[in-house]
């Protein structure tokens, strides 16, 4: 059995995590102080996940914005990162988007959408 | 044909050419920088010194007290700050007695008024924070305080509007005598053409001698000679009020503490000699030695209020004088070199010398629609709550701050990218207005300064530059170089790459 | 001359907070003055996730966390008004503030909230010897470049200081195509959370170099790179340490200062540690009737703990102004 030790990145507390795991096959997480911790724990012994955000190029802003932020609508693998920003180059959406509006459906294959985190009018 | 061409637009080529523009005269200014005031001129100590330091009967002597004296007009005249708040040399106890007598005797020479002698007492009641060592110190009320940039700009500004031409971004290259059809002349070549005058004036700085070199036998010498300064946040701007001196020795006028007419604190110049023309680069070993040796005369300098720290160079030539006038070699050229301290205190003075000289030489008439009044950018702050109401109605770009450690307003910026010679970038809108020059050092306006130099050069944002030629602020627009090739993202594709590899061999182990 | 109740300085996270308390306290009129021409605050370009997990027990990105409170203070119709610099606050609580739309304008305030948030510490604080060329920046104005403005400022790229801001530039710039060399610190331990230290370093294979500083900027007109050197504890470089890095850029993240220029001229006391004014347990100044929230009195790491905060100072204002009444 092998032990690993993690920092969570779940949440800015940052609980230490004790993970003891064979192989991937994950036996106990330890240290964590809320569920999220556990599922982090596991994940990053098996299939590290990331939440990655970014801006697109967003044209027709009443105000001149000429971003729009946005994110995962979840976790994606960490190996898929390169290619997630990869193809969020030449995406242009138009104006207006909201809150919780999907800008990239699946992206890079991940079957994670990508969805945006500003209103622009 | 020009009948004067001006080899640099520092303080002292702006002020030859502010004079000249009185004169009925083509005069044209080229300047390798983007902008007027980019070399020497743009970091010194912004004192007007008294006068009193010089040898008497130099050049230095002479132009120093006849530029102390016309300052305080010109400063009117073209609508800069000006503050005549005195200047101090303090002796400590470790002086030499005889040190200041010498400096006063200097100074009666050179014809500089009210000097006197001050002991302890006074010395402390003027400046609390004198150190506790000083003996006495040397008081010069003439003394004053001046912004350098503004100086040269306005000086610039209205030569510009009285008929002189500016030619920025080009580099002198080369100078040929040439005979004209109105008598002998120069040919000055330059990375942007070639151009023709009957007399040049030679006012590069730094570079002053590699002109002189081309025309006369009689070689200068320069030598730059680098001064790192601090300045001060203004939340420690009375902590001195006049200019405090140490005692010369033979290392140089040593390290000043001074407020400056926008109420920070200047604490400065170390004096190393180097080579690099271009040095002008501050060094841990500079910064150090004015930690060292500024706590000679004032105490407990507040130098953890530092909000920036900068070089400058002084053209320090060979002779230790000014360099002024006709080589004898040279007829039509005009030496403006050696221009080291008090360069800056002596710059109308010269400039006007320059000016006559020329004048007298090709016979110039004086120019009937020269107007020697300048206004300076509208600074809402300086208005009361009435007026500044009326400016916001008639403009509402005066209503928005851009820098707000400075107070700056969109309308003071517009004014100095749209007037006679404006700014072409940041630090050309920073030495016009002072947005940028405050304690977030430009943290916050920068972005906000950049789309207004866009709009107003109806430029794209990302061509925008700090200070003109390769500064450029932006690389490149988001996504641009965002590449399968990024060097930033291989990691964690091979990350990823590494991890499938294992696994494809864990899977090939287990199958074996 | 205009009178409100309660007049809020700053429309970020704190002082959005604090306006929303207050007018859940029976306050109704609230004047909220923002620099910005939205609100939200520094919120706007901190376009990174983990905001929120303690205040709304999710995780949002920051223009998302703003978005929860502008909502709150346009439901409420709290007033506000935008691209707004106050120039001066009496301690009589009379404000002096100035737009493009209302010109120059004065207000007077039965109580305040002051909320203007932090600003960071600059090359000159630091005192970092060499050129001046472009392409220095603070990272949060790197980090508005960026997520606002759409422009990169550099394509390789040294930090110095490992704050939290310089760790989320770090990795922002490495997605948007450039590399990031190292990020320095001069300090034995990072200042950064160890969860950006993880995802936003170890990811892309950043190093971290301890106890590092920046000794030498290159570079005329641009950047042309920098010479990084160990310290000793005193935090002196230590001569022969020194590593010579090819960037065009170099991105600050060494501390964030509260912004109290106003406070400071209002006369109130200034804690000399925390370098905001020293507050009561109701986040009252030493001038009655003001009160201030968030980076304002100490610079926090989590927004959570602002808007907290805020929403106690809120609460305090109204108490304060129903208490004259």
Redesign the interface.
């Known amino acids: 059995m092998e032990t690993t030790f993690l920092t969570c990145i779940m949440c800015p507390i940052g609980c230490n995590l004790k993970v003891e795991h064979e192989g991937k096959n994950v036996i106990s997480v330890t240290g964590n102080t809320c569920p999220r911790g556990k599922v982090y724990g596991t994940n990053e012994i098996g299939n590290p996940m990331r939440v990655v955000t970014s801006s697109v190029l967003v044209e027709g802003s009443k105000n001149g914005s000429v971003l729009v932020s946005c994110k995962t609508a979840g976790d994606i693998p960490k190996a898929k990162i390169k290619d997630a920003a990869l193809a969020l180059k030449g995406v242009k959406v138009k104006a207006p988007v909201h809150i919780g509006d999907v800008l990239v459906r699946n992206v890079a294959d991940t079957g994670v959408d990508i969805i945006a985190t500003r209103n622009v009018e | 044909m020009y009948d004067v061409i001006i080899i640099g637009a520092g303080v002292s080529g702006c002020a030859a050419a502010r004079y000249l523009s009185a004169y009925d005269a083509k005069v044209l200014v080229l300047e390798r920088a983007e902008d007027v005031c980019c070399g020497t001129s743009k970091a010194n100590s912004a004192i007007v010194h008294a006068g009193f330091d010089a040898v008497p009967g130099s050049l230095m002597a002479k132009y120093n007290v006849e530029g102390s004296l016309m300052m305080e007009a010109l400063s009117r005249e073209l609508d800069i700050p000006y503050k005549r708040c005195g200047s101090l040399v303090v002796r400590t106890e470790s002086d030499p007695r005889e040190g200041l007598e010498e400096l006063l005797e200097r100074g009666r020479k050179n014809g500089v008024e009210g000097l006197e002698i001050i002991g302890r007492e006074r010395l402390r009641e003027m400046e609390p924070n004198i150190s506790d060592d000083a003996a006495e110190a040397l008081w010069a009320p003439t003394g004053a305080i001046i912004c350098p940039f503004e100086l040269t700009i306005a000086l610039a500004e209205n030569a510009a509007v009285n008929g002189a031409e500016f030619r920025f971004d080009t580099e002198v290259t080369g100078l040929e005598p040439f005979k004209t059809a109105d008598g002998d002349g120069w040919l000055v070549k330059t990375d942007k053409g070639d151009f023709e005058a009957l007399t040049v004036i030679n006012a590069a700085g730094v570079y002053a001698d590699k002109f002189h070199n081309m025309v006369s036998e009689k070689k200068l010498h320069i030598t730059p000679r680098r001064g790192d300064y601090y300045?001060l946040d203004r939340?420690v701007g009375d902590f001195v009020s006049h200019t405090i001196f140490q005692l010369p020795d033979d290392m140089g006028k040593g390290v000043l503490v001074s407020q400056t007419v926008h109420g920070n604190i200047i604490v400065g110049p170390t004096a190393f000699n180097i080579e690099d023309k271009?040095g002008?680069?501050?060094?841990?070993e500079?910064?150090a030695a004015i930690n060292q040796k500024a706590g000679k005369c004032v105490k407990n300098i507040p130098l953890n209020q530092?909000?920036?720290?900068?070089a400058g160079l002084r053209a320090q030539e060979d002779g230790k004088d000014f360099v002024i006038g006709e080589p004898d070699d040279a007829p039509g050229f005009y030496d403006c070199a050696g221009i080291a301290s008090p360069g800056l205190s002596s710059a109308p003075a010269i400039g006007k010398a320059l000016a006559e000289m020329i004048a007298g030489k090709l016979d110039l008439k004086k120019n009937p629609d020269f107007w020697p009044i300048r206004h300076g950018i509208l600074k809402?702050s300086d208005l009361d709550?009435e007026q500044?109401?009326e400016l916001?109605?008639k403009d509402?770009?005066y209503?928005?701050?851009i820098c707000?450690?400075e107070?700056i307003?969109?309308g003071e910026i517009i004014d100095a990218i749209t007037r006679p010679l404006g700014a072409k970038s940041l630090d050309g809108v920073k030495r016009r207005t002072r947005a940028g020059m405050g304690?977030?050092?430009a943290?916050?306006c920068?972005?906000k300064v950049m789309?207004i130099l866009a709009r107003e050069l109806k430029v794209p944002?990302?061509e925008i530059?700090?200070?003109g030629?390769?500064?450029?602020?932006?690389?490149?627009?988001?996504?641009?170089?965002?590449?399968?090739e990024?060097?930033?993202?291989k990691?964690?594709?091979?990350?990823?790459a590494d991890?499938?590899k294992a696994e494809a061999a864990?899977k090939e182990a287990e199958n074996a | 001359m205009l009178n409100y109740d309660l007049v809020i300085i700053g429309g970020g996270p704190a002082g959005m907070a604090a306006a929303v308390s207050a007018k859940d306290s029976g306050i109704d009129s609230i004047l909220i003055l923002e620099r910005d021409d939205k609100l939200g605050g520094i919120l706007n370009q901190c376009i990174h996730n983990g905001f929120g997990l303690h205040h709304f027990k999710e995780e949002l990105t920051g223009p998302e966390y703003a978005q929860r409170y502008i909502d709150m203070v346009k439901e409420r119709g709290i007033e506000y008004r935008l691209d707004c610099m106050v120039l001066e606050i009496s301690p009589e609580r009379l404000i002096t503030a100035t737009n493009k739309k209302d010109g120059i304008f004065q207000v007077q305030a039965g109580a305040i909230v002051l909320a203007m948030g932090c600003r960071e510490r600059t090359r000159g604080s630091l005192n970092i010897p060499g050129y001046r060329p472009a392409g220095i920046y603070t990272a949060g104005t790197a980090q508005k470049l960026v997520n606002i403005d759409g422009l990169m400022p550099g394509k390789r790229i040294v930090v110095l200081g490992s704050g939290d801001v310089g760790l989320i530039m770090a990795r922002r710039m490495t997605l948007e195509g450039a590399e990031v060399l190292a990020v320095a610190e001069i300090m034995p331990k990072s200042g950064g959370l160890q969860r950006n230290i993880v995802q936003c370093l170890n990811d892309f294979g950043i190093p971290l170099l301890l106890s590092t500083t920046v000794v030498d900027i290159q570079g005329k007109e641009r950047v042309e790179g920098v010479t990084l050197a160990k310290v000793d504890e005193k935090l002196k470089p230590i001569p022969g340490t020194e590593t010579h890095y090819d960037c065009d850029c170099l991105l600050l993240s060494t501390g964030l200062i509260p912004e109290n220029e106003l406070t400071r001229n209002m006369g109130a006391e200034i804690d000399r540690k925390t370098r905001g004014p020293v507050v009561t347990k109701e986040f009252e100044t030493t001038i009655p009737g003001v009160f201030a929230a968030g980076n304002v009195v100490s610079v926090h790491g989590l927004v959570d703990d602002v808007s907290k905060e805020a929403l106690i100072a809120g609460k305090a204002a109204a108490e304060y102004i129903k208490a004259r009444a």
């Open positions: 300045l939340e271009e002008v680069n501050t060094t841990a500079g910064l530092t909000i920036t720290s900068f809402p709550l500044r109401t916001i109605k509402s770009s209503g928005q701050i707000r450690c107070s307003t969109e304690r977030c050092q943290g916050f920068s972005p789309e944002m990302s530059t700090k200070s030629g390769g500064s450029k602020l932006i690389l490149e627009n988001l996504k641009d170089g965002l590449s399968e990024s060097e930033g993202l990691a964690i594709a091979k990350w990823a991890r499938e864990g």
